[in-house]
């Protein structure tokens, strides 16, 4: 495979352009199914940007099934339906379906709140220190609605990281990209963005507390609260 079919990128949500180029390259034949990537450090180079971008957009394409990691072996296209290269085509957003994101936000309501519990008796000090960052973060680019979701997934990518459960930090991991677009649809207003920094603000007070009730109680409230701006937003057909 020619390593010069690929572009280099600009500093603009490098890990989105990252994931554009690549599902662009399939829709035009020039990734085939079981191409392997360049390695990482080399692709990095050509794409000009980052390995840590170049992660976060590998992790995204093989949420969506579109590449797949062998350890040891690199990464690697997969066979893709022609009804998902026509996807690749539109929006993410615009594809998601009322159904869709009802059942997501059921695994995250019977998920999250048990893992905000497990986080209060597992979390380590550098635990803490993460899930701070990111909720500075949050706090920071409350007027930037692009940045405020990134650091928003970070903040609950790091609760989850905090049980120091591979299964809670896979899921948490694998479903970033549909978690980014839910939160599209709920961050609509500037008074959203503050309610939804003082809720996770309240989740990660009682994590420091180690308690793990009020820590449960403060999920369900946010993803409450999540589940009634999301589902008002989305229409009922795509």
Known sequence: MKS???NELNNTRVYEKIVDQIKQLIEEGKLKPND???????LAKILGCSRTSLREACRVLESEGIIISKPGGGR???????SLILKYQINPIDVLEKTTVIQFLEAR?????KIAEIACERATKEDIEKMEK?????EEKLKNPEEEIDADSNFHLSLAQATHNFVFISFMDTNLNLYRQVRKQTLQSQARYSESF????????????????????????HLSN?????????????
């Open 109 to 113: 309501e019977a998920l999250e709140p």
């Open 226 to 238: 999540l589940r009634s701006n999301v589902l008002g937003m989305l229409p009922e057909k795509n």
């Open 76 to 82: 690697f296209v997969q066979k893709v339906d022609q």
């Open 36 to 42: 392997r990537l360049p390695p990482e450090r080399e």
């Open 198 to 221: 003082f809720e996770h603000e309240a989740i990660l007070e009682a994590v420091k507390q180690k308690d793990k009730a009020k820590a449960s109680e403060a999920m369900k409230v």
């Open 134 to 138: 990111a909720l500075k973060l949050m």
């Open 4 to 6: 010069n079919i690929f």
